[in-house]
């Protein structure tokens, strides 16, 4: 029986600086796979984290994404918009016991061993303050990438029972990346391999909400050396809003497509690149070290 559920993807960067190449490449991937696909492509704003954000970063990567020719369907959905949401669910775990709060601190988890032991979740007299932390029966620590096969995580990492909501307040990526994807509907995610590990609890989770999970896809990382990803924290240049081709054809070069003819019309490069995308050509490997 063919599978007839239509492919949605999804690009959902943080709003802590603008655009650089190694986002570009999740961007541009992630685009093209859905398209390839002849599926959706949705644009989501992880802004849950205030400390972290720049002012005017949001419109500036989706000022890019335009410049680009990757162009979203649907209206763009704000995780900030999407607390009460968040917190619903919390409530609903916590009072059918499936997450509980949590008062140890890092320096009490370093002498754990570095991995949390769930003590907080065993006490008689249940805590009502802390981060709350989400019960893991499952503890995957295997899942089938659809381009870079099995991966295997740390067992002990993969059992832990982790945050859901932070001790400050914030709720936590896990959650909300999973509550998110469920609600756009998201069939198959694509992304950078930093998030190889994550997915593994991603997966644990789609399991205690008994929800279907996507398929996963994971791209390989532009690094400036070796372990170390191109990023907002440690700098990055901005990518040219101005003249896209050449960073274009820079980005489908490092997936391993070939390069497509420069055009005045950007949209006219990105329907070549969606023609010729082929998943095959893009390299197995975690990393890959930029020429500097």
Known sequence: MLNTTPYIG???????????????????????????????????????????????????????????????????????????????????????????????TRKQIQAMGGSYDGRCGQLTSSLTSGAIRVRNPFAIDTFNDLHMGQVNVDKTFAAEDFIIKRSDGLYAYQLAVVLDDIHQQITEVVRGCDLLEPTCRQQSLYQILQAPSPNWLHLPLACAEKGRKLSKQNHAPAI?????????????????????????????MIEQAIKQFDLAKVPKQSEILLDT
């Open 10 to 104: 999804r690009f959902a960067p943080s709003p802590s600086g603008p655009l650089h190449f190694g986002s570009l490449i999740a961007a541009l991937g992630s685009f093209l796979r859905a398209r390839s696909q002849g599926g959706k492509w949705l644009v989501r704003i992880e802004d849950i984290d205030p400390p972290r954000e720049i002012a005017g970063a949001s419109s500036a990567i989706l000022n890019t994404l335009e410049a680009y020719g990757l162009e979203w369907d649907d209206c763009v959905l704000y995780q900030s918009q999407r607390l009460e949401v968040y917190q619903a669910k919390i409530e609903q775990l916590l009072l059918s016991d499936q997450a509980y709060y949590c008062q140890c």
């Open 240 to 268: 040219d809003n101005l003249q896209p081709q050449a960073s274009i054809n820079a980005a489908l070069a490092f997936l391993g497509q070939a390069a497509v003819t420069p055009e005045i019309q950007v949209s006219k």
